[in-house]
C-alpha cells in the first residue's frame, strides 16, 4: 500500500493497543450524534485490512444501543473508546484520531457529520471502508 504508514494508538491505560494503516491525509469526521459528541470521538474509518489490534482483546467490553449494530469497544480499565465497528461502516473500524500516538505528519481534515439525522446521511460514510480502487 503505498503512500500508507502504520500508525499505533491505544486507550488511557495502554492495556488496549492498535495500528491503523494510514494515507498522509486524512478525511476523518466529527459527528453529532449522542454518543460521539458526549465522548468526542473523531472518527478515522478503514478498511479492516488497514486495522490491527495488538494487544487488549481481553480488556475490551462492547456497548450496543438503539438498532445494536454498531460494536462500540472500551478499555475496560481506563474506559477509553480508541476504535469501534460503526453502524455505517461494519465492513471496517473506526479509529479516534485522538487516540493515536503520534499524529505529526498527518494532515486530519476534519468535516461534520450528521449523525442526529443518521438515517439520511450514513451512505455518505459508506466509501471510507472500501478498499482503494474498488
Not at 84 to 102: E, F, K, T
Amino acid at each position: 500500500m503505498s503512500g500508507f504508514t502504520w500508525r499505533a494508538g491505544g486507550c488511557h491505560c495502554g492495556a488496549v493497543r492498535f495500528e491503523a494503516s494510514l494515507p498522509d491525509v486524512i478525511e476523518a469526521q466529527s459527528c453529532n450524534c449522542s454518543i460521539c459528541e458526549r465522548t468526542g470521538f473523531i472518527h478515522i474509518i478503514v478498511p479492516k485490512s488497514r486495522f490491527r489490534l495488538l494487544e487488549g482483546q481481553a480488556a475490551l467490553t462492547s456497548y450496543r444501543f438503539n438498532t445494536a449494530a454498531a460494536d462500540h469497544l472500551f478499555c475496560l480499565v481506563c474506559g477509553i473508546k480508541s476504535f469501534y465497528r460503526p453502524r455505517s461502516n461494519p465492513d471496517g473500524w473506526s479509529v479516534n484520531a485522538r487516540c493515536l500516538d503520534d499524529a505529526e505528519g498527518l494532515d486530519i481534515r476534519i468535516e461534520p457529520f450528521d449523525g442526529k439525522n443518521w438515517e439520511a446521511h450514513a451512505a455518505e460514510l459508506a466509501h471510507l471502508s472500501q478498499e482503494a480502487g474498488t
